[in-house]
């Protein structure tokens, strides 16, 4: 079990521009999610998928942003024209959904920075 | 909707002396699961402790432990003998059973002096 682990872990980038991150779970981890955490907020839920299948998108969530995860394995999130307000830390978790008893592991984050 | 508040934004305390983490939460189901989590510096978010609400008894995990009140809809962590090491933003979150998302509080940021 080496951890939830995402790449990058800093991006700084232009106001336009497209960005992505990445995520890879835990191992045999069938859930994974996507949080976004801004300075001075705990984070927000924005989007999970069960294995390969999105589930369900926050109305944080706008058109600009789309997430994948191809296999059921590792996920990407996307961002498009990226603006000055989706500056945060984009925070990744998976568990195995085997039980209401489903505890969520966090990865290190991905620190965005549109300039 | 699940609401989480945590009314302290920052906190600080001697090594070894007790802290309470002040939590508390609102929500319509009756079955649901309240957590705390520890965000160190520069580092991930790691569980520290969980509590289901069906459960009357109050979760303990070595020096942290809960006082779940849930009539009052409160949910304090405990830490006995803090350490350097426990210097953390701590964040209280909710999940309804049978959900998926956490609902977080905005977090205590606890400071351990030697």
Redesign the interface.
């Known amino acids: 079990d080496t951890?939830?682990s995402q790449d990058p872990r800093h991006k700084i980038t232009k106001r336009g521009q497209n960005v992505t991150f990445r995520c890879d779970p835990i191992s045999e981890h069938n859930?994974l999610?996507w949080?976004r955490q801004t300075l001075?907020?705990?984070?927000?839920?924005l989007t999970?998928f069960q294995n390969e299948a999105q589930?369900?998108k926050?109305r944080l969530l706008s058109d600009r942003f789309s997430a994948e995860r191809p296999k059921g394995s590792f996920s990407t999130l996307e961002i498009q024209r990226t603006e000055q307000g989706d500056s945060a830390m984009y925070?990744c978790a998976s568990s195995l959904w085997d039980s209401?008893?489903e505890?969520?592991?966090?990865?290190?984050?991905t620190r965005l920075l549109v300039l | 909707a699940q609401t989480?508040t945590q009314s302290q934004p920052e906190m600080s305390v001697q090594e070894a002396e007790t802290v309470t983490l002040s939590c508390t939460y609102d929500t319509s189901e009756n079955?649901y699961?309240l957590f705390w989590?520890k965000q160190p510096p520069s580092?991930?978010?790691?569980?520290v402790i969980?509590q289901?609400a069906y459960k009357q008894q109050n979760a303990t995990e070595n020096r942290f432990s809960v006082n779940f009140q849930k009539a009052a809809k409160s949910f304090s962590l405990k830490i006995s003998d803090s350490q350097l090491g426990d210097t953390a933003m701590y964040?209280c979150?909710s999940r309804v059973?049978?959900n998926?998302?956490?609902?977080?509080?905005?977090?205590t940021l606890l400071t351990v002096n030697p």
């Open positions: 951890g939830v859930r999610y949080y001075g907020q705990g984070p927000e839920f999970y589930l369900e926050s925070l209401l008893r505890t969520q592991y966090f990865g290190p984050g | 989480v079955n699961y989590y580092r991930q978010m790691i569980l969980r289901e964040f979150a059973g049978g998926y998302k956490l609902t977080f509080g905005k977090g």
